[in-house]
């Protein structure tokens, strides 16, 4: 099932990508004039309708020995998926800085790259292959390693409390929900005081969501896909509570509710994302904001 993998469409060439919220239809007659709007409200039969096809594909549940399977071999299954795909699905996501303005580059190197380079680890899944393997990929600046979110027992290669920004870009969504807790625990205290955690992830009654067949409902809102590889479908509300229990402050928490369209094939597709910057607190009397930032943990998958 491909399609239910995230979708973060590029920009039409020679088209600059704008940020959230500040494209708006008004007209429908002009619905593929672009190839995607934003903020579009949902009708009250649209909302029931999405809410029925949910209800009817959560029955029947997946057995409880394939679901301990998809746990136990959850890198398994995503280290299958980038050897097919490598990187040739996931599009560019030049909206990265246009969303999330802290990522700004800063030229300046830190002392935390030669401690980084002492910790290196050899195992290498193909996702972190590709990355290392890209033509921007700079090891002055950069470090890809290989970590589980959900394995307690296992220590970052980050010292505590060192970090400006960690990125989560449709991370959380393929962690089992009970153990989505913990995860961003151990993660907000890699943050600095003043750092920010920066999410971008699947909503509730996404397109993707709404695909799925009876029979690859592991539980409420969790699926498996044709590939092994699972996906959870949040609410704003679940995430503020992740946040906030992991003692983080909420700057913004907002939905994506997108239309793109298939200009090509006339064709409308609904999206929901959720966007999500929560920062650490800054210590009494610590000052200002902090500056730029200059050490940043990114994920774009789960290992």
């Known amino acids: 099932m491909a399609d239910s993998h995230p979708e973060c469409a590029s920009a039409a060439v020679g088209e600059k990508r704008q940020q959230f919220g500040s494209r708006f239809l008004s007209d429908p007659a002009r619905v593929f004039h672009h190839n995607a709007w934003d903020n579009v409200e949902w009708s009250e039969e649209q909302a029931a309708a999405a809410e029925r096809k949910v209800q009817e594909n959560s029955t029947p549940r997946v057995c409880q020995e394939k679901q301990v399977d998809y746990e136990v071999n959850a890198h398994k299954y995503w280290n299958e998926f980038y050897k097919i795909h490598e990187n040739g699905f996931f599009k ?49 600046r950069c470090f890809a390693f290989v970590h589980d979110l959900c394995d307690e027992d296992a220590t970052y290669p980050v010292p505590g409390g060192s970090l400006d920004v960690i990125i989560l870009i449709f991370v959380l969504s393929a962690v089992v929900p009970d153990k989505m807790q913990k995860a961003i ?59 906030t ?26 999206r929901v994302w959720i966007q999500c910057k929560y920062r650490k607190p800054l210590v009494s009397g610590a000052g200002p904001e902090p500056p730029v930032p200059d050490r940043i943990l990114s994920s774009s998958a789960v290992f």
């Open 92 to 140: 560019d996501r030049h909206w990265l800085f246009t969303e999330f303005p802290e990522l700004a580059p800063n030229p300046n190197h830190n002392d935390l790259n030669d401690w980084l380079s002492e910790n290196k680890r050899s195992e290498v899944p193909e996702a972190i292959e590709l990355v290392r393997t890209n033509s921007a990929y700079d090891p002055r």
């Open 245 to 270: 229990t992991a003692g983080l402050e909420k700057v913004q928490n907002l939905v994506d509710r997108r239309l793109q369209v298939n200009r090509g094939k006339q064709l409308t597709m609904y």
């Open 185 to 243: 625990g151990r993660l907000s205290r890699l943050l600095k005081p003043g750092g920010m955690m920066l999410l971008r992830d699947y909503g509730r009654y996404d397109m993707a969501q709404l695909r799925f067949k009876k029979g690859q409902c592991l539980s409420e809102s969790f699926y498996v896909r044709g590939d092994g590889t699972r996906v959870y479908f949040f609410t704003q509300e679940e995430l503020d509570t992740l946040f």
